[in-house]
């Protein structure tokens, strides 16, 4: 078993920024990619983010590349979100997502709302 632990949300006026940390524990020795995901009100859940565990190689959604950046710290199992330039459409809840070779993980969320 995984378990991803998100923190860093909040509240933030458009134009600022956040960072999202989220730590994984348990079983993660065989990890692909850790990434974000998010999913606002009334909305499905919408990728965000990802990174390859093994080699750093980052991949975006078109709505946020060139403001989020995505990065990791392998000896400390997290991934980390930077969140620059947040508009109104960025307010989400936000969850961290670790795919291995035991499955697909998730974490409980957490709330970035930008203000506007």
């Known amino acids: 078993q995984v378990q991803l632990v998100e923190s860093g949300g909040g509240l933030v006026q458009a134009g600022g920024s956040l960072r999202l940390s989220c730590s994984a524990s348990?079983?993660?020795?065989?990890?692909?990619?850790m990434g974000w995901y998010r999913q606002a009100p009334g909305k499905e859940r919408e990728f965000v983010a990802s990174?390859?565990?093994?080699?750093?190689?980052?991949y975006y959604a078109a709505s946020v590349k060139g403001r989020f950046t995505i990065s990791k710290d392998n000896a400390r199992n997290t991934v980390y979100l930077q969140m620059n330039s947040l508009k109104s459409e960025d307010t989400a809840i936000y969850y961290c997502?670790?795919?291995?070779?035991?499955?697909?993980?998730w974490g409980q969320g957490t709330q970035v709302t930008v203000s506007s």
């Open positions: 348990g079983h993660t020795r065989n990890t692909y990619t």
């Open positions: 990174i390859s565990w093994s080699n750093g190689i980052t």
């Open positions: 997502n670790l795919n291995g070779w035991g499955g697909n993980y």
